[in-house]
């Protein structure tokens, strides 16, 4: 009899106390009907857990003017098309993917005579016309090269650059924006292994311009561009 007393105590105090551990300090314990009824408020915080962003991003996208396609190599560059660009590369190293956003695409610092078109020329035009379009790709090997298409095909990785300038009503002069395009392309996470998207600048020119008024390409001609990356972190796919 004894010793079933002493199990049954020992029972109740393991229990007794296995149900006092189950409630944490911050816990209030409702024990009669008026505080049932009265019922406890709950209250919660919050925190933000926010990715790491890593993105390398070169500061030049220098191109060379090849109007009769000579054979150039110079400084490493080499190639005979018209616009001769040396491939740059931004370098994902965040803990999610990012889209490559474009934005503020312009031509900028262009010579008196040239003109800046948003179709490529063709055999008809008499201007001394320059087309030019930034293409980003993904497709970069192990090498570090990219893979790039062969001139413009309106692709979705592929942004005409235009001459911006401001209305100018008095003189006929109509607004023209800066180009942009959203997620050009999107590098998977990188935190692992980096990943790799390779920019340049590609085009065309009239070689001889015959229009009224031109005259012939010189070393002393010169067009700029400016834009600016931007990278929107991506949801992580599946969860």
């Not at 049932?36 to 060379?64: H, L, M």
């Not at 990943?195 to 229009?211: D, E, H, L, M």
């Not at 008024?213 to 990356?229: L, M």
Request: no cysteine; proline share 3%.
């Amino acid at each position: 009899m004894m010793k079933k007393r002493l199990l049954a105590l020992t029972l109740a105090t393991t229990l007794a106390l296995g149900s006092t551990m189950m409630v944490s300090a911050a816990d209030t314990e409702i024990s009669d009907a008026t505080a049932a009824a009265a019922g406890q408020e709950v209250e919660g915080s919050s925190t933000v857990t926010v990715p790491t962003i890593k993105v390398t991003v070169p500061t030049t996208a220098d191109f060379v003017i090849n109007p009769y396609q000579l054979s150039y190599n110079e400084d490493g560059l080499t190639g005979n098309s018209q616009i001769i660009s040396a491939e740059q590369t931004i370098t994902n190293e965040s803990s999610v993917a990012v889209a490559v956003n474009v934005s503020e695409l312009t031509a900028k610092g262009v010579s008196d005579g040239i003109t800046i078109v948003t179709t490529a020329p063709t055999a008809k035009t008499t201007d001394k016309a320059a087309f030019l379009y930034l293409e980003v790709t993904d497709k970069v090997d192990g090498e570090g090269k990219g893979t790039f298409e062969t001139g413009y095909k309106k692709a979705e990785n592929q942004v005409v650059i235009p001459l911006a300038v401001e209305a100018d009503a008095a003189n006929k002069v109509k607004e023209v924006k800066a180009a942009s395009k959203d997620a050009i392309v999107t590098l998977a996470k990188g935190s692992e292994t980096a990943t790799k998207a390779n920019y340049k600048i590609g085009g065309s020119v009239v070689a001889n311009p015959t229009a009224e008024g031109t005259t012939p390409w010189t070393s002393t001609d010169a067009i700029g561009v400016s834009f600016k990356f931007t990278f929107t972190p991506q949801v992580v796919a599946g969860n």
